[in-house]
């Protein structure tokens, strides 16, 4: 599951609605919805985003928030380390092989070391 599925199903699930009547109000396959909420399928594009947020009557800030979300939601990353040193490539790879045997603590502390690191910028 991505975390724009995850959020997905929890709007839908507040709301009370159907994979299918929600499908149907957004003009998309159930199938599709499904599949964005159980991460087999890549970022939405920007008009769903919008449909989302007009569906569930989410303004501002909520939108914004939902928009980044979807952005993290890739579950196909590419990382492009051309141009730097060999452990970086090497590093990247390492972790596209061995990202399904993390426990989620150690997800999570990698994540705050990366929030770390981006703050020192």
Same mark, same amino acid.
């Given at each position: @599951?991505?975390?724009? $599925?995850?959020? *997905?199903?929890?709007?839908?699930?507040?709301? $009370? /609605? #159907?994979?299918? !009547? @929600?499908?149907?109000? *957004? $003009? /998309?396959s159930p199938a599709y919805l499904s599949a964005l909420e159980h991460g087999r399928r890549g970022r939405p594009n920007f008009d769903f985003l919008q449909r989302v947020a007009g569906y569930f009557n989410i303004i501002w800030d909520?939108?914004?928030?939902?928009?980044?979300?979807?952005?993290? #939601? !890739?579950?196909? /990353? /590419?990382?492009? =380390? #051309?141009? @730097?040193?060999?452990?970086? =490539?090497?590093?990247?790879n390492e972790l596209a092989r061995k990202v399904r045997l993390l426990s989620p603590d150690v997800v999570k502390d990698l994540r705050? *070391? *990366?929030e770390g690191a981006e703050k020192s910028l």
């Open positions: @599951m991505t975390p724009f $599925g995850l959020a *997905l199903r929890r709007l839908r699930e507040k709301k $009370g /609605v #159907s994979q299918k !009547d @929600m499908a149907a109000a *957004l $003009g /998309v909520e939108a914004e928030e939902l928009f980044l979300i979807a952005d993290a #939601s !890739d579950p196909r /990353v /590419v990382v492009d =380390t #051309s141009g @730097m040193p060999a452990e970086y =490539t090497a590093l990247a705050n *070391l *990366l």
